[in-house]
């Protein structure tokens, strides 16, 4: 597997979803400690994460958030861990932390489904500008 950031958190997203680009911007914006690198779940470098890890990009439509040679955690629990990471007024909903993952993923289960329905879809990734070259893994 190609060389991934160290002391990086990787953060694997829909790549023609709306909402998860949002929600990548977002990321970004309030990324104040620089913890985080994106690649979309259809690049080459996003399947082999998932290869590695043992995930079938096929089945999943979910944000997955790798700790690599640590852990990794995909759906509400990955957000979770996210807005947490981000600290400020966003790390306060790791207080749903303390919920069982089978219930908030309902919830995020709900909202995936219906994303595309909702936020629409791109025809292809996301490209980021120069500024932002440097988050996203090749």
């Not at 929600?23 to 690049?43: E, G, P, T, W, Y």
């Not at 289960?109 to 996203?136: H, Q």
Request: with cysteine; aromatic share 12%; net charge neutral.
């Amino acid at each position: 597997m190609q060389k991934l950031p160290e002391n990086k958190k990787i953060v694997l997203f829909d790549g023609v979803c709306n909402l998860c680009d949002s929600a990548v911007q977002f990321i970004i914006k309030n990324d104040k400690n620089d913890i985080f690198r994106f690649a979309s779940l259809q690049s080459e470098i996003g399947q082999e994460i998932c290869k590695h890890i043992g995930i079938d990009v096929s089945k999943m439509d979910s944000i997955i958030l790798y700790e690599p040679g640590i852990a990794y955690y995909y759906k509400s629990e990955a957000a979770l861990n996210i807005a947490s990471d981000l600290g400020g007024a966003i790390s306060l909903l790791s207080v749903f932390k303390v919920l069982p993952s089978g219930f908030s993923n309902v919830v995020y289960d709900f909202i995936a489904r219906n994303r595309y329905k909702w936020y629409g879809k791109k025809e292809s990734c996301m490209v980021p500008t120069a500024d932002l070259k440097s988050k996203f893994l090749d």
